[in-house]
């Protein structure tokens, strides 16, 4: 008994001293909690929105005050008339636009009633429709507030919504993007990753360092198979929600696969750094679920809005690369924008790759070392 709790003792004092077990016994749970407590809520605060006030009396600027003082809507003053809402759209600058008809207040008093319509950017439907439930609630609420006295007067202001790019409300027009990004990070990224673990973990790469082949050509020669593998997959995700969902394909579908494409090299380099700092395949599957998969799904865009996070998780959304691969899918697919529209998701995805790629051969070369 005293030898096997001495082997006990003996198995504590190792795991004490390795960093890389502690970090994922203490580390992960820390991380994961974090990220689910703050990312993972459905809740929106401070929307960005355009007020468009083409009356400009007092109903209308009592409206204004009540929707900027929900804590819900931040108002984007650089668009101040209807013909700017598309770009501003486009653009990602707006989720939604509120356009108040002139001589609102003589409607209300001689017609009995007016329209305000509210314009939403539907790539997201879950946080357009929230938007437009906020806004119709402040709207019924000052309707409420303005019924005569002893009688229930008919809602004097009536609603008009209008869901741009989505206007079904298809939660498949989200989760084709999102789903496309993370198979393209699990084939490309993680099997990569265990791929070329796999061969140190075997012993296998030291017979091919001393074949004729270079170093870099056999890193190349691990990657090709799953770049065409992931091209392969994004073709086939592509093909289900054209054919199968209805997706819709606005845009060019060159441009989707050639920014696909530079989203599998930014995943693949990716691959290939995990692949530097693993070194057994557990290690290489675990550091590409905690680190990749968890960030892509919660950090992304994909389930949950980033600008309802905090700042922090904000920031740190930013060194993602599958949230901007995300902003050129919905782009590409829903709204029809081109490459002059997508120029700087598309530099970043870039940079990420060469910053990965110079990352992992130094690493590679020094382990060679």
Known sequence: ??????????????????PRTLLILFGMPVAQILLFGYAVTNEIKEAQIAIIDQARDEASREITRSMLASGYFLLNEEVDNKEGVEEAFRQGNIKMAVV??????RDLQHGGGATIQLLSDATDPNTSNTLVTYASQIIQRYNLRHQSPGTA???????????????????VFLFVPGLMTIILMLVSAMMTSISITREKEMGNLEVLL????????????????????????????????YFVFDVPLAGSL?????????????????????????????????????????????LSGFMFPIDNMPIVLQVISHIVPA???????????????????????????????????????????????
Request: hydrophobic share 55%; no cysteine.
């Open 254 to 298: 060159w441009l989707l696969l050639a920014e696909s494409f530079v989203f599998v090299l930014s995943a693949l380099s990716l691959g290939i750094l995990i692949s530097t700092v693993a070194k057994t395949q557990q290690v290489a599957l675990l550091l590409s679920l905690m680190g990749l998969m968890l960030p892509t799904i919660l």
């Open 100 to 105: 108040i008809p002139a001589n609102l207040s």
């Open 323 to 369: 949230r901007w691969f995300i902003e050129i899918v919905k782009g590409i697919m829903l709204q029809g924008l081109g490459l002059g529209d997508l120029w700087v998701q598309t530099l970043i995805l870039l940079g990420f790759t060469v910053f990965f790629l110079v990352l992992s051969l130094k690493r590679f070369n020094i382990r060679l070392a």
């Open 153 to 171: 007067a008919p809602i004097r202001i009536g609603i008009s919504t209008e869901m741009r790019y989505n206007p079904q409300l298809k939660g």
């Open 1 to 18: 008994m005293n030898r096997f709790w001495g082997f006990v003792r003996k198995e504590f004092y190792h795991i004490w001293r390795d």
């Open 210 to 241: 001393v074949s004729p082949l270079q170093p870099i050509q056999i890193i190349l020669g691990k990657v090709v198979p799953y770049l065409f593998l992931a091209m392969a997959d994004a073709l086939l995700v592509l093909g289900m929600g």
